[in-house]
């Protein structure tokens, strides 16, 4: 399910590198010099109170925010005011806080969309649609249909997303990102407002994406068990500001994070 | 009973994207073709040219603004613009090269329509919603001055307005005083016909789903790699092609001439009603609405009269107009209450209730 | 979270403050070089620069009674149609309708008013009467139309006003026929005949209505301002305009605002069909005019009443200048056409209008 066109990059690499990144709207700092790097093959969590800028960062990976001040580099690459559709083709995928489901389609739909930057014939063919296009959609047809395999939501192929569970949403959300085979996926709370049958569905399937797939993960979440079982690092931010960054059992030690989230005793 | 899905199966994943997936689908839609052809036999000049062919070229404009905006989102206030431009381009085409066959220039128009509708597109990139149709507003007065005050459009014509030269296909008049009206729907018809399968061919693939993506929320497409700009201008495109066919088949296929108020906002008005009613996002909901909104008025002419005509009444050809509006109006309204999606969704309803009948669920 | 904040001062000029200046500067250069150019005789009559770029400031600056004329009557037309962008501003304030049918209610007005005195109603009988059925239509609208699709996208609300326009517009016709009717003007004691100003060496030719339809629009105007500040209602009308929940949380009815505000709006719009009725004709072409309210609420926002009355003076300011000296290089008639030009020119620079709030994209 892989095509490799990038410069290759083994496990463990550096895959993402974000550095000095600064961000400002107007008078307001949502990110204040942060820096931390994200190796390809593994989960990497960023936690921190609401407010600390975690949804920002996200956004500055993709390319919806340019940072005012540092750089991020992506496979080697510096990418300085990227579109968030160059992301996307590079390899970066996301899922938001607030389902971002195209609300019109059908889950089928939806994924396929995720197909989009996959497909090459262009629109003479698509006009025709017999022949070469049909062919590249059934053939588009099979990835989406291992998809929804995977996540186990064939009963709902054909349902228009707007009707469904919002449990469900999410994971058709989830199905659309990988659609797009990512190198890197940026999951925006992707267990919020689940119960626990439904997290731990999610759960597995993130690690099956990350263990099957080889995808790197990035992930903003306020559940910490989810956080302390499913990652491998995590960065910690607190007003724009990076206040912890190492691995799960050692942030959750850490006296700075402690504070961050219950406050300081006056 | 009748309508069942038992025993179709679907093998392969073609199948199972097929325009009419159902066996009784893809029947019913045969009949209706042949049924739409056998009507040019029937010699009812007044059915053919006051309601047929007026009727399938507003579905085909319909079918245009539904692309842009049905699937796109892009609200567009200027396809009485860009039909215009099809028809005065067709013109100047036809005028020019008067040995190539009119059909080719019929449908190369299109292709003028499409570049005047890229050009009013560029705006979309920074501007959106109801911004945006204003700024399809400034194409349709402009275009429409630009009939009005070109002469070249109109080859310098003293009257300001185009006519229909003869044509002919296969030695058969097409275009012009001597087409029949029975000549002139078997053209229309096919065109249409060919136009909608090219246009279902868009909309269920690739590109369609691109456009509907960035209709329902723009911002996550472009997340997915989805190029706004070109896929919105793509839709300009295909959308003003289609309204710019519609108009040069409008004028030459149609009412023979026209006038540079042909084209007008009022046109550009009632299309989007058309969509509205039939329902956004449906090819077949173009259909409905043209039906209704178009052949409306000519149902309540001829039925207004008979019902008042004991009484001794008698009812205007202007106030059936004023009736229109009205009528329009409220099933503008009344639809975007009870049922946003239009005709094309209580069509969808019926056939759910259908495949179950005679059960209730 | 990106709330405005004070900016943090950086030493040296405002970015934008340099912005300004250098278009400043640009402008003053290309002047200089386009005076230049034409005393030298470089450029003359007949060069499509000089055309476009200096013959229309010559003409200016040679006839200055024709350009006080010229922008007289803009900005007669630029009241009134800043009047008809005020209407939908109100109902947009408050109830948060983009009420494209505020064109037609314009029209709607005028033809009951002169329907009404047709049939044999003395004229200030009429008017009371007019202001009655504006009343009711208000009401009906509100109910019939507003109330269902409450929550539904502004799209919807959008589409359904046009539906409105139509309707209004087809009932309108039933009901008074669709020949183009005279204001009653005399009726209503509205001032006739005109003034002749000697200014500049030239006449300059002042329309008594114009006079009174600039001094009842500032009224109204002035009248709106002190209406939204200093009374209950008026507060109460901020209120909802700035929040339904908060509104309702502190006992303000939302019913009855709204029902207020349309007819506030629906006041206006009589007010404006007489002025535009008394200058032309009350047919249903005022509906074309009302379209033209939108570049107005473009350049001014959807927002703001002082908005709506800069975006109504700059909309027909420039359509008559525009008209006047760059319509014959064109072939006359762009009038049609140079407000939507202007305000897509504008929406390009700026997509939120001259007062309007910069739309943050959130995801």
New interface residues.
Partial sequence: MRAPDSPVITKGDVLLAVENVSLRFGGVKALSDVSFDIRKGEIRAIIGPNGAGKTSMLNCI?G?YHPTDGSITFKGERRPKM???V???GGI??T?QNV??????TTL?NI???R??K?R?G?FW?????GP??RE??EH??VV?DIIDFLEIQAIRKVPVGKLAYGLQKRVELG?ALA?EPELLLLDEPMAGMNLEEKEDMSRFVLDVNQQFGTTIALIEHDMGVVMDLSDRVVVLEYGRKIADAKPDEVKRDERVIAAYLGVPH | MFYREAGQYKT???AD?AVFPLRQDRIGLGIIIAAAYALAFTKNDFLLQAVMIPFLIFSLAAIGLNLLTGYAGL?SLGTGGFMGVGAYACYKLMTAFPEVNVLVWILTSGFFAAGIGVLFGL?SL??????L???T??AQ??L??AF???PWLVNYNVSGAIEAPLRTLFGVPIVGPNATPEVRYLVVLTLVIFLTW?AS??V????G??W??I???D??????????LNTKL?AFAASSYYCGVAGAMLVFLWYGGAEYTVFD?NQS?FT??MI?IGGL?SLIGSFFGAALIFIMPIGLGMLLPALLAPFGLSIGS??I?????????????FF??VE?HGLARLWQIGKQKLRVWPFPY | MASEAAAIRKPGLDPRAMTWLLALLGLAALVAVLTLATRTGVIGRGNLIYDVLVDPFVLMVQSPDLLVQTLWEGLVSGVLYALIALGFVLIFKASGV?NFAQGIMVVFAALTLVGLHEKGVPAFLALILAIGVMFVLAFAVER??LK??VN?P???L???T??????????G??IFG?NPKQMISRELYLPQGSTDLQMFGGLVRLQHIDIAAAVIASLMIAALAVFFSKTRIGRALRAVADSHKAALSVGISLDQIWVIVWFTAGIVALVTGIMWGARSDVSFALQ?IA?KA??VL?LGGFTSIPGAIVGGLIIGVGEKVGEFYWGPL?????E??LA??I??LF??YR?QGLFGERII?R?
Wanted: net charge positive.
């Fill in positions: 993709n919806f579109r968030p559709h992301a996307a083709r995928a996301r938001f971002a489901l195209f609300k019109g389609m739909d396929m969309a995720g989009s930057l497909m014939k629109f698509q006009v025709l649609r017999h296009a049909l959609e059934i047809r099979r249909e659309r797009m | 392969s994943y073609a994207m609200l705006p920074r501007i959106k919603g109801f911004y149709a204003v700024a507003l400034a007065f402009f429409q001055w009005n005050r070109v090219i061919n868009i269920r693939g690739r590109v789903r691109e509907m993506a209709r329902d929320m911002i996550a497409a472009e997340l997915m790699g989805i190029k706004l793509l906002i008005f989007l009603f509205i996002g202007e106030t107009e004023h009736l229109r509006f009205l009528i329009v109006g409220a099933l503008i309204i975007l209450i946003p | 983009f019939i139309v269902p699709l539904q502004d799209i919807i959008f589409m359904a046009f539906g409105l326009t139509y309707f209004l517009i087809g009932l016709e039933l669709g074309i379209l939108l570049p473009i064109l072939g006359g008639g762009i049609t056409w939507y030009m305000a897509l929406l390009l997509p994209e995801v």
